[in-house]
């Protein structure tokens, strides 16, 4: 491994400038056309073009839980993993589609707010507190403390200093509003999709020199032959892997909840696109799904390089931490590879993914908790000015909570990006269902709703431990559980959601119906007219375009 070099250092400053002063430029820009208002600041208000709400909305989701995580399960399980994000590709679409176009026509700013229009204020309140801890505790910690812990292994900085740096660089974006985010997310992304894509590049060409050739084509082509089993789809039911990615289940079951829930129901991903028009918004949504088509490339081919060159010896012991293989650590050794000044493009890259992250979560933290829960729980009559400074505030304070919290919750000892999906996945079942009947039947009630919340929760965790309680052998021959090494039958996380989801949607139509007999009515259902789900010919092409090279990919490495 090279040492991080002065030219890599000068790579990585020109980046941190370019985006530094480019976000000010935005900031001052800003500053003298639309002033102070709230929802300029949290929503960037009419003013992000679709290439910005594009390359924000993947700059949000691709961070170290992608760069270190999935290349770590590319490493452990192969190309089945980046499921993930080819699914993210369709679910961009129908977001685009239907979800959107009932969030704008209806004003919608934060998620919570949706819930209070459609179930009430209990339901809002609590889903808002609920969505703050998350945003906090888990997602804003995780990719604080996995992004330091990278970046520290490379740099050969201390963790804490790296911490702090990433959550002051992230503080200082926020700081600027949703327009700053949005305009440098485009800067952020090309880092990220350059720098990962070179990176690729690089250990493909390491991989070709396994076979005495040269060159990324070559290795390609070397990695595909030898590690075949790495470039299976869909997994086998005999395959180790199957509890993480089981089967039809990635395209039939399960990975619609994880992806409806994020890309539809997520105030961090959303909120890209709530301030502009429609056709602004389905545009930008498009082009995210197109870039998340790449992500496989970037994220997921460099965790199973680092397979083959760990299987040739290529990485000697570096793969291993205690003694114990860490698949985590493939994406980072691969930076350490890498030659002087790419490395810096490198290390600019996993940065950007980072702090672009960091700051997204941030700003949607500090947009619920001001207009949500400050403005109509404590200060109804706050300026706009006022709500800014709140939000700011909340930003600062969530940053600092996060670098105080993140070393105290073992986020390194507990697994990477499979991990994260699976708890993740525990409340997203009834988050989607009742994000889903909220839009689509008028009848269903604040108390159904309520059920979903902790319906759904509850589900999740009695599917998870069941297999302790009870023998669930008979799920085994129609595919819903598999035997663990113990012979205890256990049902896959992505199936415990699939299962959940539809308790769930039966429990709100049964309470809901209960209640109409009872007399009780709540007129709170949403006037859909089904002329708001046309789209452009040229939108119309774009999604035919994902829809063939989604088919070709799955027909070609079933």
């Not at 086998?236 to 990635?250: E, F, H, K, T, V």
């Not at 490339?297 to 965790?303: A, H, K, R, Y």
């Amino acid at each position: 491994m090279t040492a991080f070099s002065t030219l890599d250092t000068i790579v990585f400053l020109v980046y941190f400038v370019l985006v530094a002063g480019y976000g000010i430029w935005v900031y001052k820009r800003r500053q003298g056309t639309s002033g102070l208002a709230s929802h300029d600041y949290f929503l960037a208000e009419g003013s992000l073009t679709w290439w910005a709400i594009g390359a924000s909305l993947i700059a949000s989701n691709i961070s170290a839980e992608q760069f270190i995580g999935m290349s770590g399960s590319g490493y452990r399980i192969g190309m089945a993993i980046a499921v993930y994000e080819l699914m993210a590709a369709a679910t961009l679409v129908i977001v685009a589609v239907f979800f959107m176009p009932v969030y704008l026509k209806h004003h919608i700013y934060t998620m919570p707010q949706f819930l209070e229009q459609r179930y009430g204020k209990a339901v809002a309140t609590t889903m808002a507190l609920f969505w703050l801890g998350l945003y906090v505790v888990v997602n804003l910690t995780s990719i604080l403390y996995l992004g330091a812990l990278a970046i520290s292994s490379l740099s050969g900085i201390a963790l804490l200093p790296c911490m702090l740096f990433l959550a002051i660089f992230a503080a200082i974006i926020t700081l600027g509003g949703m327009k700053v985010i949005g305009y440098t997310d485009v800067v952020q992304v090309t880092c990220l999709v350059v720098g990962g894509l070179v990176t690729t590049w690089l250990a493909l060409d390491l991989v070709a020199a396994l076979a005495k050739g040269h060159g990324a084509l070559q290795g390609l082509t070397e990695l595909y032959s030898s590690t075949r089993g790495h470039f299976d789809m869909v997994l086998a039911r005999d395959n180790q892997n199957y509890m993480d990615l089981p089967g039809l289940s990635i395209l039939l079951g399960g990975m619609w909840i994880v992806n409806l829930n994020y890309w539809g129901c997520n105030q961090y991903i959303t909120q890209r696109a709530l301030g502009a028009d429609l056709p602004t918004a389905r545009k930008g949504l498009l082009f995210a799904a197109f870039l998340k088509l790449l992500m496989p490339v970037i994220v997921v081919l460099p965790g199973i390089a680092a397979f083959a060159l760990d299987r040739s010896g290529a990485l000697g012991d570096a793969m291993r931490q205690g003694g114990e293989l860490n698949p985590d650590r493939a994406y980072p050794i691969l930076l350490g590879l890498l030659p002087s000044g790419l490395k810096g493009v490198a290390f600019a890259a996993l940065t950007a993914a980072v702090v672009a992250s960091l700051a997204g979560k941030a700003n949607s933290i500090a947009t619920i908790f001001t207009l949500d829960l400050y403005k109509k729980r404590f200060n109804q009559g706050a300026s706009e000015q006022r709500m800014v400074w709140i939000g700011r505030l909340t930003v600062v304070a969530s940053m600092l909570l996060a670098v105080l919290i993140a070393p105290l919750l073992g986020i390194d000892k507990q697994g990477g990006f499979q991990y994260i999906q699976e708890y993740t996945g525990f409340v997203s079942p009834g988050i989607l269902a009742m994000f889903l009947m909220g839009f689509f039947w008028k009848k269903t009630t604040s108390g159904a709703a309520m059920f979903a919340t902790i319906g759904g929760l509850v589900g999740s965790i009695i599917l998870k431990f069941l297999p302790t309680m009870t023998d669930l052998s008979f799920l085994v021959p129609i595919g819903f559980a598999k035997a663990n090494a113990a012979g205890v039958a256990e049902i896959p996380f992505l199936d415990r959601m699939f299962i959940v989801f539809f308790v769930v949607v039966a429990g709100m139509v049964l309470i809901s119906k209960l209640a109409e007999q009872r007399g009780h009515k709540e007129d709170k259902g949403l006037e859909i007219d089904t002329a708001l789900f046309r789209v452009s010919p040229g939108f119309a092409f774009g999604t035919a375009v994902i829809g063939v090279v989604l088919v070709a990919v799955y027909a070609l490495w079933w």
